[in-house]
């Protein structure tokens, strides 16, 4: 099993970023994929996830109407894009899977499969 995250970097407040995350390894078409953030001194948070169902897709409060998660089940591919960026954003994001995620269940961190992360600093 694989997740691999990339598209982090700098960016100034405001801008924008798109994080991509492939997996190998599992059925990716029956998992939920969630994105996480473990800021500096701070414990890792919740981001958003989306349902295997494709269609039922939360986001934590701070990113709502900014973040926006889609997946590709083709490419076995999920995304995060992240707009109007706040440097209260900067972190690592990790992207995660779970095969046996039920909907209730997206926010919280026990996910099967987690990928490395990448950096995203938000700054001027």
């Known amino acids: 099993v694989q997740l691999q995250a990339s598209g982090g970097g700098l960016v100034q407040p405001g801008g924008s970023l798109r994080l991509s995350c492939a997996a190998s390894?599992?059925?990716?078409?029956?998992?939920?994929l969630g994105w996480f953030r473990r800021a500096p001194g701070q414990e890792r948070e919740f981001v958003g996830a989306i349902h295997r169902n494709g269609v039922t897709i939360t986001y934590a409060e701070s990113v709502k109407g900014r973040f926006t998660i889609s997946r590709d089940n083709a490419k076995n591919m999920v995304y995060l894009q992240m707009n109007d960026l706040k440097v209260e954003d900067t972190g690592v994001y990790y992207c995660?899977?779970?095969?046996?995620?039920?909907?209730?269940?997206?926010?919280?961190?026990?996910?099967?499969?987690w990928g490395q992360g990448t950096q995203v600093t938000v700054s001027s």
């Open positions: 995660a899977a779970g095969p046996g995620k039920i909907v209730s269940s997206l926010t919280t961190d026990d996910y099967d499969y």
């Open positions: 390894g599992f059925t990716f078409r029956n998992s939920a």
